[in-house]
């Protein structure tokens, strides 16, 4: 029998349920960050058309102040995850933060649409080197369980409050004073959030002497590239067009060799037992779709509310800005639901649910009165688009030792990248044809409520595919921890 006080003495100790002080200073600098990183993405969204006006940009070149940003942000991040892991975390996290700054300054001063470009660029490879070195910094500061889902259910509670914020406060900034004050915020920000590194942040990973996988991280960026470069291309040039088609081509091939290369590799960029892992590729599967059709259903409806309903920006922006809050209070929530039904669960569960709320809005006519459906049905839905950002992250980061975490949030990044790009023009190609095809045979109002129509159809249905994806092969994957 064996002896009750050995028993005790070997006991391993339970997972603490607070911070501590120490890891608050943490949590505040590293979600200060994403915060601010995510405003970026949508900060300028309101302004475009001053900025084209101010520096001689036509309507085609503005699309690039958003895709120069997303382009390196998209794909440089999974290189960068696993330099975090390979040279240290908090040296990779303070130089994206610096990077970020110098950025900032120089596109507040441009006198031209070079330097501004060059500057969302910039920012855009800020991006990349920052968000998953905060990420894996976060998830190697938490003990995998309570604390961890807690850490991260804050921090998806910001970034979809951040992108949500971003075009708010972009467009204060533009009406109230210019448009370079959205670049030129980032610099105080960043200045204290670089204190704050420095001061509170110790990383326990040392700089390692395993080489980079060159092979592995020349293919997979350069295929991110050509990815995110032809899904942006074709939001306005169409998905037929001959050059669309050859960027995608090319990031099919580059990214089937990335794969050969990572099978051959001493050192793998990215081991492929990791991108085997259900919990890996499912969980990154779901977060590219949720965020992908919540960006998507916010253009669309956009689109609703000015043309065909005639409502001012401001208005547009105050309608969809108040649900989109609503990811905050999701954030916070979604730790306890994963607590109960496990992490993968909650996955397919909250992608149903915004199936359902965005589905809801193919009941929108071309009367006012749609707005009181469009708004309660995007609140449900951003709430569950943040149910789906926690647990997507809490699935894929789970089960992995700490000297991987910079690869798996590298990943979780980059699904979010992807899925940023992805959504607008994807939904927004469907809904251009669709309109198209009623041109003439209806109103104008009708053939473009038409065409969104069919945007949220095509919407709701890969969410619920997805959803039913997800379930079928992730719910035989929660873990101890992730039940505790």
């Given at each position: 029998?064996?002896?009750?006080?050995?028993?005790?003495?070997?006991?391993?100790?339970?997972?603490?349920?607070?911070?501590?002080?120490?890891?608050?200073?943490?949590?505040?600098?590293?979600?200060?960050?994403?915060?601010?990183?995510?405003?970026?993405?949508?900060?300028?969204?309101?302004?475009?058309?001053?900025?084209?006006?101010?520096?001689?940009?036509?309507?085609?070149?503005?699309?690039?102040?958003?895709?120069?940003?997303?382009?390196?942000?998209?794909?440089?991040?999974?290189?960068?995850?696993?330099?975090?892991?390979?040279?240290?975390?908090?040296?990779?996290?303070?130089?994206?933060?610096?990077?970020?700054?110098?950025?900032?300054?120089?596109?507040?001063?441009?006198?031209?649409?070079?330097?501004?470009?060059?500057?969302?660029?910039?920012?855009?490879?800020?991006?990349?080197?920052?968000?998953?070195?905060?990420?894996?910094?976060?998830?190697?500061?938490?003990?995998?369980?309570?604390?961890?889902?807690?850490?991260?259910?804050?921090?998806?509670?910001?970034?979809?409050?951040?992108?949500?914020?971003?075009?708010?406060?972009?467009?204060?900034?533009?009406?109230?004073l210019s448009w370079r004050w959205s670049f030129l915020i980032n610099v105080p920000v960043a200045a204290l959030l670089f204190a704050?590194?420095?001061?509170?942040?110790?990383?326990a990973s040392e700089r390692s002497t395993v080489k980079l996988d060159v092979p592995g991280a020349v293919t997979v960026t350069a295929?991110?590239?050509?990815?995110?470069?032809?899904?942006?291309?074709?939001?306005?040039?169409?998905?037929?067009?001959?050059?669309?088609?050859?960027?995608?081509?090319?990031?099919?091939?580059?990214?089937?060799?990335?794969?050969?290369?990572?099978?051959?590799?001493?050192?793998?960029?990215?081991?492929?037992?990791?991108?085997?892992?259900?919990?890996?590729?499912?969980?990154?599967?779901?977060?590219?779709?949720?965020?992908?059709?919540?960006?998507?259903?916010?253009?669309?409806?956009?689109?609703?509310?000015?043309?065909?309903?005639?409502?001012?920006?401001?208005?547009?922006?105050?309608?969809?800005?108040?649900?989109?809050?609503?990811?905050?209070?999701?954030?916070?929530?979604?730790?306890?639901?994963?607590?109960?039904?496990?992490?993968?669960?909650?996955?397919?569960?909250?992608?149903?649910?915004?199936?359902?709320?965005?589905?809801?809005?193919?009941?929108?006519?071309?009367?006012?009165?749609?707005?009181?459906?469009?708004?309660?049905?995007?609140?449900?839905?951003?709430?569950?688009?943040?149910?789906?950002?926690?647990?997507?992250?809490?699935?894929?980061?789970?089960?992995?030792?700490?000297?991987?975490?910079?690869?798996?949030?590298?990943?979780?990044?980059?699904?979010?990248?992807?899925?940023i790009t992805l959504g607008i023009p994807v939904l927004s190609a469907v809904a251009t044809a669709r309109t198209g095809a009623l041109?003439?045979?209806?109103?104008?109002?009708?053939?473009?409520?038409?065409?969104?129509?069919?945007?949220?159809?095509?919407?709701?249905?890969?969410?619920?595919?997805?959803?039913?994806?997800?379930?079928?092969?992730?719910?035989?994957?929660?873990?101890?921890?992730?039940?505790?």
């Open positions: 029998m064996a002896d009750p006080v050995e028993a005790i003495r070997t006991r391993q100790p339970a997972a603490p349920l607070r911070m501590d002080a120490k890891q608050k200073r943490i949590l505040t600098v590293l979600l200060g960050a994403q915060f601010m990183l995510a405003a970026d993405f949508s900060i300028f969204t309101v302004a475009l058309p001053v900025i084209g006006d101010n520096l001689g940009l036509g309507l085609s070149d503005l699309q690039w102040i958003t895709t120069g940003f997303a382009l390196p942000a998209a794909g440089l991040t999974l290189l960068f995850g696993r330099a975090a892991d390979l040279v240290g975390r908090r040296r990779l996290f303070l130089a994206g933060i610096a990077l970020l700054a110098i950025a900032s300054l120089v596109g507040s001063f441009a006198t031209g649409p070079g330097v501004l470009i060059a500057a969302r660029v910039a920012q855009g490879v800020a991006t990349a080197i920052t968000v998953p070195s905060a990420m894996s910094l976060l998830t190697t500061s938490f003990p995998e369980g309570p604390l961890r889902r807690r850490a991260l259910g804050i921090n998806g509670a910001l970034l979809g409050g951040g992108f949500t914020a971003g075009a708010l406060l972009g467009g204060l900034l533009t009406g109230l704050g590194a420095l001061l509170f942040i110790r990383d295929g991110l590239l050509a990815l995110a470069y032809g899904i942006t291309t074709a939001g306005h040039a169409g998905w037929g067009d001959a050059w669309v088609l050859v960027l995608l081509g090319t990031a099919v091939v580059l990214l089937v060799a990335f794969w050969f290369v990572e099978q051959r590799s001493p050192n793998p960029l990215v081991p492929v037992w990791v991108l085997k892992r259900r919990t890996v590729a499912l969980a990154n599967f779901g977060g590219v779709v949720t965020i992908a059709m919540a960006t998507g259903i916010s253009i669309l409806m956009t689109l609703y509310m000015q043309e065909v309903l005639g409502y001012s920006a401001v208005v547009t922006g105050l309608a969809l800005g108040g649900p989109g809050l609503l990811v905050i209070l999701g954030g916070v929530l979604a730790p306890r639901s994963i607590g109960r039904f496990g992490s993968p669960r909650t996955l397919a569960l909250s992608l149903l649910l915004q199936a359902v709320a965005f589905g809801a809005l193919l009941l929108l006519g071309t009367d006012r009165v749609g707005v009181v459906l469009m708004v309660v049905a995007l609140a449900v839905g951003f709430l569950g688009h943040a149910f789906s950002l926690v647990s997507y992250m809490v699935t894929a980061t789970s089960g992995l030792a700490d000297h991987d975490q910079g690869l798996a949030t590298g990943l979780t990044t980059m699904s979010m990248q992807i899925g041109a003439g045979t209806t109103g104008e109002r009708e053939a473009v409520l038409g065409g969104l129509h069919a945007g949220t159809l095509v919407n709701a249905a890969v969410l619920v595919v997805s959803a039913v994806a997800v379930w079928a092969f992730l719910r035989h994957s929660n873990t101890t921890t992730e039940r505790k």
